[in-house]
């Protein structure tokens, strides 16, 4: 059973870099076949993709982030990782890393349990 | 890219049937089979309900069901039950090898 989860700063500040780490458990993120994700939810508000991740360090973005995300993989760690740079308050949301299977259109079939990030001084 | 188009609310008693409709256009709901379904209950984890259209995660109930045409994706749960009352979000897969989401449905069962 695949578990993966997100670790990192609960607050960070107006201007500064977010940064988390998604630990992949029960499954290696070097067998391919599978994109890795990360979804953020504002308070109260739908869903929205980031972006994703192949082991060979493959990437895209939504175009509405791509200038200020960065999205990197650690196969010795068996992690991945965001970055969001210049952060606002709108920023402020619940981030979850996610798996996504290529063979079944990269359905998202694990999901971490999120992690609320909190942008304010 | 834009969010794909999902009514804010639906509701239904308890045993009836429900849709809710997520509308994309040809670059993404309408030109791929790749569209999934994700149920959430407050506080919680996304979870997959429906896959490629319409085909069901081993485990789940098979009163839910997901179909499409054209550039619209519905999934349709039939005999509602209380658990079922969620946030429903669809996504697909687009022609920039991206994912989007829908806007969300909030599922009230009465």
């Known amino acids: 059973q695949v578990q993966l989860q997100e670790s990192g700063p609960g607050l960070v500040k107006p201007s500064q870099t977010l940064s988390l780490t998604c630990t992949v458990s029960?499954?290696?993120?070097?067998?391919?076949?599978?994109?890795w994700s990360w979804i953020r939810q504002h308070p109260g508000k739908g869903l929205e993709w980031i972006g994703y991740i192949y082991y060979s360090g493959s990437t895209y973005y939504n175009p509405s982030l791509k200038s200020r995300v960065t999205i990197s993989v650690d196969t010795s760690k068996n992690q991945f990782s965001l970055k969001l740079s210049s952060v606002t308050a709108a920023d402020t949301a619940v981030y979850y890393c996610?798996?996504?299977?290529?063979?079944?259109?990269?359905?998202?079939?694990?999901w971490g349990q999120g992690t609320l990030v909190t942008v304010s001084s | 890219q834009s969010a794909l188009t999902q009514p804010a609310s639906v509701s239904g008693s308890p045993g009836q049937s429900i849709t809710i409709s997520c509308t994309g256009t040809?670059?993404?709901?309408?030109?791929?089979?790749?569209v999934s379904w994700y149920q959430q209950h407050p506080g919680k984890a996304p979870k997959l309900m429906i896959y490629e259209v319409s085909n069901r995660p081993s485990g789940v109930s098979n009163r839910f069901s997901g179909s499409k045409s054209g550039n619209t994706a519905s999934l349709t749960i039939s005999g509602l039950q209380a658990e079922d009352e969620a946030d429903y979000y669809c996504s697909s897969y687009t022609s920039s090898s991206t994912e989007v989401f829908g806007g969300g449905t909030k599922l009230t069962v009465l």
């Open positions: 029960g499954g290696s993120i070097s067998s391919g076949g599978y994109y």
């Open positions: 040809s670059s993404d709901v309408g030109g791929y089979n790749y």
């Open positions: 996610a798996r996504s299977d290529i063979l079944t259109g990269y359905t998202i079939d694990y």
